[in-house]
């Protein structure tokens, strides 16, 4: 990734044993700069497509079809708004389940329920009485259709395998009226794998303006530090006599 070599230098005093002095610094590069690029990318916001991340895609793979150069796979990470790439980059379909069952232990504990799902509960005049995908627990229940005013008040849950009606009676409960549907430790381990597959790119027409804009960003201003645009040294922390 080139991306470091974007960021300009800072002289920064020597924090090495077999220094001589108090006045021997080295040349790192200045990652605190990265702050104004995230800063400065909320400004491009109309400028990013929606873009899913394949199985096995990489940020370089990805850079290499929208900018037929792999070496820019830092704007891809930077455009997604990625701060650690183990964390929030998707992992291969066959290495959730390997993620899932280190992480919980066991087959048996990954098949556990993590939660619940609603499904989408409406009246029969189309009113939403329970939107769908609400998390919830085994407890949950919503009032029933016993005391509802007209008499003939009736619920259908609806789902991908069809419409339901459910009975009238009091209260609707996950457990007794399935309400909303089990998902599993694994199951929840794919579902957010799946959730990171979704980022924003940059329109390949925008490509050199926004780097061209990332440099200026990244040049230091004079300060009393300065020496040049891509170097600017910080005061002595400490002070050891030759």
């Not at 924090?15 to 800063?39: A, C, M, V, W």
């Amino acid at each position: 990734m080139s991306y470091f070599n974007e960021f300009p230098n800072l002289l920064y005093q020597s924090p090495l044993s077999h220094k001589n002095s108090s006045g021997d610094y080295i040349i790192i590069k200045n990652i605190f700069r990265r702050t104004r690029i995230q800063e400065h990318l909320r400004e491009y916001v109309t400028l990013f497509n929606k873009f899913v991340i394949g199985d096995g895609d990489r940020p370089d793979t990805i850079a290499g079809a929208l900018y037929n150069d792999p070496g820019l796979d830092y704007v891809v990470v930077l455009c997604a708004g990625i701060t650690n790439i183990n964390d929030q980059w998707p992992l291969q379909d066959y290495q959730v389940y390997d993620f899932a069952l280190q992480k919980y232990g066991s087959e048996e504990e990954m098949n556990k329920i993590h939660h619940y799902e609603t499904f989408e509960i409406r009246d029969e005049q189309q009113r939403q009485i329970l939107p769908p995908n609400l998390i919830v627990d085994k407890d949950f229940k919503i009032d029933g259709t016993n005391h509802k005013y007209p008499s003939s008040t009736r619920y259908t849950l609806r789902s991908d395998s069809g419409y339901r009606q459910l009975d009238d009676k009091d209260e609707f409960t996950v457990l007794t009226d399935g309400i909303a549907a089990a998902v599993t430790n694994l199951q929840h381990e794919y579902m957010q794998n799946e959730g990171k597959r979704e980022i924003d790119v940059l329109k390949p027409s925008y490509l050199q303006i926004f780097i061209n804009d990332m440099r200026d960003i990244l040049k230091y201003d004079k300060s009393s530090g300065y020496i040049a645009p891509d170097l600017a040294k910080t005061e002595g922390t400490e002070v050891i006599n030759p």
